[in-house]
């Protein structure tokens, strides 16, 4: 998660909203990174997790993850939640719930719905609170409530 975290900080100077992650092999090697580019690439597909996982297929040369784990600081949203199901990932691993677009139990649960082929594992809260303050320092820099 500290890699993850690392990954969402950097996204702090495209100006895109700080959630980061990385995907790791069976035996725990980075296979891939990535982190908000949304901003930094005017494509609203460029959440962390999505750049991570086709990271991760490119270094596999394939996009079944099978094994893979994806660590992410924030809960996947229904459009990452559906990609790592699809993309076969293991087991999910994220820190912070998102109450407002979280699809792995705050609003939805793409991941262990029983009509997929493929329920990832799932272990959340990991460093929630860094990835929440970081959060709340982006947004309320933002706002001007924080120096």
Known sequence: MQEALAEARAALATSDVPIGAVVLDPVG???GRGRNE??????????????ALREAARSRGEWRL?????????????????????AR???LVFGAFDDKAGA??????????RRLNHRPEVISGVLAHESTDLLLDFFAGHRGDRA
């Open 104 to 113: 792995v139990g705050s609003l939805w649960d793409v991941v262990r719905d």
């Open 66 to 86: 099978d094994g893979c784990t994806l660590v992410v600081t924030l809960e996947p949203c229904t459009m990452c939640a559906g990609a790592l199901v699809l």
């Open 38 to 51: 949304r901003e930094a690439y005017a494509d609203p597909t460029a959440h962390a997790e999505v750049v």
């Open 89 to 91: 990932v293991q087991r």
């Open 29 to 31: 090697a980075v296979i």
